[in-house]
């Protein structure tokens, strides 16, 4: 349903008793891309692909550079020669009727890991555990609507696809995102995955280390997240992150809320306010309701208290902060440098932006509330001896920007973690002290001017 609000579905079904080469489903898929293509020239096609559908899109992307594709590979099967199915497949031929269905790599192959399926697919997971409470019933079950015939095909399949596809990567210019199962049973993803990232020119890698093979309908999973946090949704040609960015779910906000949980309850964080008339209440009261506002302020160190400001503030008021952040976080560089740039997902769910001129005019354009920090990283990453100091620049030019919009312009200061912090001479090493888990009175002091 998720999908449904952001993008106009397609979905590839191929029947039981279909025989469709791999060449003619990939033809199949290139006429309806190439269609989709011309009625919206300056929208990209998404090919959501699993398995030996990842297969598919690979092939209608390196035979189609030409068209603006943006590629999302689910456990791709371009490793099935390094997987257990290379195996299985050649002794399928061996195991008579009904038994084929019984091999426990085979029927994860072909149903998933119902005990990790999400409800939403419930009476698909209830049926499944029902067939697996009989073993015979299941296998005479099983063996009637997925006869050994098609499995055979399916793997002849799948073994043809990924040789295809293997000798055409250098051909595929489209931008992809790969989701990684870190517990498939039956392809080694994770490896995949790396090798994909290297071999690529413009891939992301994001892995999900409990997940299976049959990640899409495992519960807990979200792929409209995935590919919002891969920075990887766009509605035109050149991704637009103030025009593209799309309001949170209800999980989407608790995730961010778990992921400060244990900051919030160890700190118990106090926001107060500023009245028109000057009274300092506790609250955010004094917080405007209507935009554009800028709040800038100073960061702590490390930045720990950018998390709960921005949940804290959605939940009391409804007012969704958008941050203007390092462009390092948007950069498909820092994949390649940091070991897990997942880290970064959750600022782009939560609405950050590259901090640019042309962002920072946008959001107030729409009459946003942006969050400043002009000290930016170096003030984050502050050495001993300069807690509480500003690393501002002499000429604020977000003065003079906000003030063309008649915008609100809130300094914010933030008062308590510097002092629970040790930080070792000059070093840009954190430290967090057992104070930590004991202080209760870190506070966020808005004050509109």
């Known amino acids: 349903e998720r999908l449904a609000k952001m993008f106009d579905m397609w979905c590839l079904h191929i029947p039981v008793q279909d025989r469709t080469t791999f060449q003619g489903l990939v033809e199949h898929v290139e006429r309806t891309v190439k269609s989709e293509s011309s009625r919206a020239p300056d929208r990209p096609v998404y090919l959501v692909g699993e398995s030996v559908g990842a297969c598919i899109a690979l092939a209608v992307a390196a035979r189609n550079r030409d068209v603006d594709l943006v590629l999302v590979l689910v456990n791709p099967g371009t490793s099935f020669h390094r997987s257990q199915l290379q195996s299985l497949s050649a002794l399928l031929d061996l195991v008579p009727d009904p038994f084929h269905s019984s091999t426990p790599q085979l029927l994860n192959f072909l149903t998933g890991n119902f005990m990790k399926m999400s409800p939403r697919f419930g009476g698909a997971g209830q049926a499944l555990s029902e067939v697996a409470s009989g073993l015979l019933p299941s296998l005479m079950y099983l063996a009637d609507i997925l006869p050994k015939e098609s499995i055979v095909w399916k793997m002849k399949m799948l073994r043809t696809a990924s040789s295809f596809v293997n000798s055409r990567l250098h051909a595929v210019k489209a931008q992809t995102l790969v989701v990684a199962s870190g517990n498939d049973e039956l392809l080694p993803s994770r490896d995949e995955a790396e090798r994909l990232r290297g071999t690529l020119k413009k891939c992301r890698v994001r892995h999900f280390r409990d997940n299976g093979h049959k990640i899409l309908l495992e519960d807990g999973f979200d792929l409209v997240t995935t590919i919002k946090g891969a920075g990887d949704y766009r509605r035109s040609r050149q991704t637009d992150y103030v025009l593209d960015f799309l309001p949170l779910s209800d999980d989407e906000l608790e995730k961010a809320i778990d992921r400060d949980r244990l900051l919030t309850f160890a700190t118990d964080p106090v926001m107060l306010s500023t009245l028109p008339d000057g009274k300092i ?18 960061h702590m160190l490390m930045g720990f208290e950018l998390g709960p400001l921005v949940t804290g503030v959605l939940r009391s ?3 969704h902060i958008r941050g203007l952040a390092h462009p390092f976080m948007f950069n498909e560089s820092s994949d390649q440098l940091i070991p897990d740039s997942s880290n970064y997902d959750l600022h782009r769910i939560m609405g950050a932006v590259p901090v640019t001129a042309v962002n920072f005019y946008k959001l107030l354009s729409e009459k ?13 990453l502050h050495r001993k001896g300069e807690e509480y100091r500003l690393f501002w620049p002499e000429q604020s030019e977000f003065v003079r920007m906000a003030s063309r919009f008649g915008a609100t312009i809130i300094p914010f200061g933030v008062v308590g973690e510097d002092d629970i912090c040790d930080v070792s001479a000059t070093s840009r090493v954190c430290y967090l002290a057992l104070l930590f888990l004991m202080y209760r009175n870190n506070v966020f002091h808005l004050r509109c001017c």
Do not use: H
Request: hydrophobic share 45%; charged share 10%.
């Open 368 to 380: 946003q509330f942006v969050l400043l920090y002009p000290g930016g990283a170096r003030e984050a």
């Open 281 to 298: 209440v506790r609250g955010l009261a004094g917080l405007p309701r209507a935009g554009p506002v800028l709040l800038v302020g100073y």
């Open 317 to 319: 008021t409804g007012i």
